[in-house]
């Protein structure tokens, strides 16, 4: 039997799934560590692991998003300081955030022609997590919206997630699949609660996303090289 006939939704992931973002990121801290070599701070190499170190900590104050990482700067350049930053600076830090507010989205290859042909075969699904206007304002931009039948925009993604989106739904876990770029947001804790999950790499992703706790180790998954793969690999 064909695998798509054993499911009853396919959900997906949107960031780094659908469309490019964390090589957003990544040209997003260069222009701050700009600004920040203003300062004479510390070493390069300390200076990326306080800033990892200072994002991850904020996740449960500021969520994700471009938004809630400049909080995390902004905090970080006043710690830095000593809280000697200049005014100006803070100001080209939300100049920044505005302009990539703005940017216009580079949706992956094959992404629409995959939810074109998917889109009538069985109930599709969003679910992105991060700040909720940012996160609208980009499927707005993609155009993709009118494929999903449902969008959910979480604060995060974990099992107690993916439980919530599966009973509201009253969806069975096992008749649900998870298609997404990060194992420990996107593809092994839709796998815990008894659901199946499609693993489809990006070499751009936070290497806090694939940071496998060790209770989902032995988790069994699918890995798919690109999207371009999921129409034969549900067929």
């Known amino acids: 039997m064909e695998l798509i006939k054993q499911l009853d939704v396919l959900a997906l992931d949107a960031d780094d799934t659908l469309w490019r973002n964390e090589e957003l990121f990544w040209e997003f801290k260069d ?39 400049t909080l995390s700067m902004i905090e970080a350049i006043v710690e830095l300081t000593d809280g000697q930053v200049n005014g100006d600076h803070i100001s080209e830090i939300l100049a920044l955030l505005k302009q990539q507010m703005h940017r216009e989205l580079e ?29 609208r304002h980009k499927i707005e931009k993609s155009g993709l919206a009118q494929y999903f039948r449902w969008v959910e925009v979480v604060h995060k993604k974990d099992e107690s997630v993916y439980r919530e989106i599966l009973q509201k739904y ?38 806090h996303e694939n940071e496998v706790p060790k209770i989902w180790e032995k988790l069994e998954y699918e890995k798919l090289d690109s999207i371009l793969d999921l129409i034969p690999f549900l067929y």
């Open 31 to 69: 222009e701050f560590k700009k600004i920040l070599a203003k300062y004479p701070i510390i070493e390069q190499k300390e200076l990326d692991t306080f800033l990892d170190e200072k994002e991850v900590s904020n996740i449960d104050y500021y969520g994700y998003g471009f938004k809630s990482y």
């Open 107 to 135: 949706i992956f290859i094959g992404v629409r022609e995959t939810l074109m042909q998917l889109f009538g075969e069985i109930d599709l699904m969003l679910i992105t997590k991060g700040d909720t206007q940012e996160q």
């Open 170 to 207: 009253n969806l069975k876990p096992e008749r649900f699949m998870m298609i997404g770029n990060s194992l420990r947001s996107d593809v092994l804790p839709v796998c815990a609660l008894g659901g199946r999950g499609v693993y489809i790499p990006n070499g751009t992703t936070w290497a």
